[in-house]
């Protein structure tokens, strides 16, 4: 989920079940999807829901 703090647009990498913040650089975009230019590796997990409610650091689980 991109999701904006303190004027960046950033998403929730997940590594070792750790969610950890990264900035991304963003492409094209509407309402439902979003181009991420640079910022991201293939094959990275990402928070997908309830990203706004994280700061960094939190233990998250995976749901399929």
Known sequence: ELIEK???????????????LRPVEVGLANENLSEIKKGLKVGEKVVTKNASKLEGGERVSESR
Do not use: L
């Open 6 to 20: 303190n004027g960046k647009n950033v998403v929730f990498v997940v590594k070792d079940s750790i969610a950890k």
